[in-house]
């Protein structure tokens, strides 16, 4: 058995890549982003947490988390996110129990892991919120990360840390990506 080590970390920040189940294409449906916005929003209100940066892609997502200074648990809101929208999200393709899946009562929506990373330094967290915001043009999905609308990329520019025509492979920054 595969041993995932993890770093546990009162009040870290944390990046998180989340991939649906065979990279299904689940979130071009309106319904499903409005249930994982709900199974975001149910769950920060049961394990607060600070959301930093998040782009909502077909089949995946990208977010930086800064967990409260008490707490070091990110595994089990990421665990309520996923069942809260599992519950939630009704579709015909899911009901089909896959042998795989069905002692384990999970359904053919979220691949099982995830990725995290720690974030180490203000260097570090540019370099990730800047890959979040660029992810869609990355996947050929944007012609500029301001196309894209389920990306926190427009709160950033609303703060004035980014630009409207942003890109960064066009110019170099000393924004500060912290609060």
Known sequence: MTNYRRVKQHGI???FTVVTYKRRHLFEDENARR????AFETTKKKYPFKQRAICLLPDHLHCIWT?????????TRWAFIKSTFTRLFNDEKTKMIRPSLEGKREKAIWQRRFWDHMIRDEEDMR?????????????????SPAQW?????????????????????SQEDNFNYGE
């Open 13 to 15: 920040t944390s990046f």
């Open 35 to 38: 249930l994982l916005k709900t």
């Open 67 to 75: 967990l409260p200074e008490d707490d070091e648990d990110y595994s």
């Open 127 to 143: 370099r990730h919120v800047d890959y979040i915001h660029y992810n869609p043009v990355k996947h050929n999905l944007a012609e």
């Open 149 to 169: 609308k389920w990306s926190s990329f427009h709160q950033y520019v609303a703060r004035g840390i980014y630009e409207p025509e942003w890109n960064p492979y």
